[in-house]
Each structure stands twice: as C-alpha cells, then as structure tokens.
C-alpha cells in the first residue's frame, strides 16, 4: 500500500505565488518518476511538471520560466513551487508516482488533489 499525501496550495492574486508538497508513505522500494498535474473545471487533466529519480525535470510550455519542480528522494517528497500566477493556473493539482512497492510490483499512485485558485 503506498499513498501520496498533498499539502499546500490556496488563494492568491494573480502575480502570487503558492507551494505544493507531496509526500509518498507506505511499503515503497524505490519511486522512479515523479510530478504534478492539474485539472481546471471542465478540461482534462494535464501535465505540469514531472521529475526523475535522478533530477531530470520537464515542464509544460504553459509553466515554464514559473513553476519549478523538485524532490527529495531520502524523504520521498516532491515539491512544486510555482510564481508569476495567472488566473488560468486555478485548477486542482494532482501530485503523482511511479512506485516500485517492496514487493517489487511497479504502481501509478495519485495523491487526493489540492485546490489552488489565482485571483485576477
């Protein structure tokens, strides 16, 4: 059993900035990739940021230059600060891992999602 934990997130006005964290528990062996996605109302879910094991970071257009990813693999965490808020960054943040479980069975494991809402 392995579960994601968010935290972070908010309201801010536009130009803000808000923190997301993201905390991996359980029987855990090794996490490969990690990152966060979002969903505003009515669209799908989309990529935001994702991170590797050994650091490599990519980031959708839509982010880059403001958001930035990072993680800590001894705590089997991952953050994601993001600056520069626009409105259309409102959405639900989705932390998300690709964990190699003790039992070396490889999951997609999804935190609950955390509300951040930039104001115009």
């Known amino acids: 059993q392995v579960q994601l934990v968010e935290s972070g997130g908010g309201l801010v006005q536009a130009g803000g900035s808000l923190r997301l964290s993201c905390a991996a528990s359980?029987?855990?062996?090794?996490?490969?990739?990690m990152g966060w996605y979002r969903q505003a109302p009515g669209r799908e879910r989309e990529l935001v940021a994702i991170?590797?094991?050994?650091?490599?970071?990519n980031y959708a257009d839509s982010v880059k230059g403001r958001f930035t990813i990072s993680r800590d693999n001894a705590k089997n965490t991952v953050d994601l600060e993001m600056n520069s808020l626009k409105p259309e960054d409102t959405a639900v943040y989705f932390c998300n891992a690709e964990v190699v479980t003790t039992a070396r069975v490889t999951l997609a494991v999804w935190g609950q999602g955390a509300q951040a809402t930039v104001s115009s």
């Open positions: 991170i590797t094991s050994g650091g490599s970071t």
């Open positions: 359980g029987s855990i062996f090794r996490i490969n990739t």
